[in-house]
């Protein structure tokens, strides 16, 4: 059900998305009024959330029920506190087909009303609020003049990013969504000597309701993204290996990797941000995972000039691991909900030539006979099957290898790819399916095609 207008692009970078999705090869495949139908529904649809959570369990240390179980109290509890007075039963699934992943339905949209004293934050907080965050200090932007702790206040989003920080009304572009009661005073929110942090809005009327995970069993449950599960398992990890997350911030499916493998091998993960490393560190931590080994590097330089060399950090000889999983820094257009994106079409197209410096180092990296799995969380050609082409083109060496689980749609024709190599691709399209959440199809199947929009690709070196 739409209800928020279509994400808002910049008209160029509209009319480049337009021109990925009514491409010849699509056309050819359904026609012009199908494709002009998906590529609208994608617009609407990136700018809603998904109609389901799904969290990671940690079934290294637990079996799936005992967690689902104990999960169901932790939502009971907080649910107990919460200030709202409607009783809601969280309804928690396990997944069919993947086992280690729990599907929550969100409710919503809701019929929330709104109220007279408005505080306005930025998109990526409005975002946050819209799959069950609370809202935090450093995401609002302007509230009432007079606003004290225990306000009740209606919660809206600024599209466009124009609403200056401290501001007591803002009459731009913005969407609300939902009802919370004010943990702080504006004084306190905006106090210039040091910032605020923590609850600045504690949510209890969200216009999609989903629970908050802030704080809950930690080490039992991870809330990710259902590709990004799904990528862990593709990439098929056993235990004993040596295996290489390129670009493993904020490290989820860097522990994910190693909880598959039992912990029992070597996860090296990198990211070129300290910060990040420090993360993924704490994360691994968090989930009990000791064969994660985090390094602050850049992997476009991460092949050894010295083949020779016998060190635990980078640079490393080439061939040095069994898997590789090159989750590419990308242009993010899959992320749901995404109310507007003020990038130039410019800074949209800046990725393919990262992201195949990458997939040299990854390919010199693996050995023969490895797995390479190759991902992004976008919707263009020139980044996913684009990439593909040209991977397969480049190294002779590699070949596509069939996905377990293949729960997400083919690959999208137009870079040339014949059919049988774009089945053995796995695009999340939620522009195929997102009618399908008013289907009778089982929940979790629903959820498989509700998602954020997601590419992967499994290469086998030969």
């Not at 908050?212 to 930690?218: A, E, I, M, Y």
């Not at 420090?278 to 476009?300: E, G, K, P, Y």
């Not at 899959?334 to 180092?361: D, V």
């Amino acid at each position: 059900m739409s209800i928020f207008p279509r994400i808002s692009l910049k008209p160029e970078v509209t009319e480049y998305l337009k021109s990925v999705f009514l491409n010849k090869e699509v056309l050819t495949a359904v026609g012009h009024q199908e494709a002009e139908h998906r590529f609208h529904k994608l617009l609407s649809c990136l700018s809603h959330p998904p109609s389901y959570t799904c969290v990671r369990a940690s079934t290294h240390l637990a079996p799936l029920e005992e967690i689902r179980q104990r999960l169901a109290e932790e939502l009971r509890k907080q649910q107990m506190c919460s200030s709202s007075a409607e009783e809601v039963s969280v309804q928690i699934l396990p997944h069919p087909r993947i086992a280690d992943v729990l599907i929550l339905p969100v409710e919503g949209p809701r019929p929330v009303k709104q109220l007279s004293s408005e505080v306005v934050v930025g998109a990526q907080c409005g975002s946050a609020v819209l799959r069950g965050a609370h809202v935090f200090a450093p995401g609002i932007l302007g509230s009432p003049k007079y606003m004290k702790a225990g306000d009740l206040v209606s919660v809206f989003s600024d599209l466009e990013g124009r609403c200056t920080r401290g501001a007591t009304s803002f009459q731009g572009k913005k969407v609300f969504v939902g009802n919370g009661v004010a943990e702080m005073d504006r004084s306190t929110i905006f106090c210039t000597d040091e910032p605020a942090r923590g609850i600045g809005i504690r949510m209890v009327e969200p216009l999609y309701r989903s629970p908050s995970f802030d704080g809950v069993l930690p080490s039992l449950v991870f809330l990710q993204n259902l590709p990004s599960v799904v990528v862990g398992h593709v990439l098929g990890p056993r235990p004993g290996e040596r295996i290489l997350d390129m670009c493993a911030a904020p490290g989820g499916k860097t522990c994910h990797i190693a909880a598959l493998m039992g912990d029992q091998g070597e996860v090296v993960a990198l990211d070129r941000i300290r910060n990040k490393i420090d993360r993924i560190r704490q994360n691994a931590q968090m989930l009990h995972l000791q064969s994660v080994q985090a390094h602050c590097f850049n992997s476009t330089q991460a092949v050894s000039s010295d083949p020779a060399q016998e060190t635990e950090g980078p640079p490393f000889p080439p061939e040095s691991f069994d898997r590789v999983l090159l989750d590419a820094p990308c242009s993010g257009l899959g992320q749901r909900p995404n109310m507007g994106s003020t990038w130039s079409l410019k800074e949209i197209c800046s990725y393919q030539p990262l992201q195949r410096k990458l997939f040299h180092a990854a390919v010199r990296l693996l050995k023969k006979g490895g797995v390479l799995v190759y991902s992004t969380c976008t919707v263009t050609l020139a980044e996913n099957e684009e990439q593909v082409a040209w991977a397969l083109d480049t190294f002779p060496c590699l070949s596509l290898q069939p996905q377990e689980p293949h729960i997400g749609a083919e690959g999208m024709p137009g870079a040339g790819l014949p059919p049988e190599q774009l089945r053995l691709l796995q695009r999340f399209s939620p522009e195929l399916s997102w009618e399908q959440t008013e289907t009778t199809a089982p929940l979790p199947c629903r959820a498989d095609s509700d998602t954020i929009g997601f590419f992967i690709a499994k290469f086998l070196k030969n």
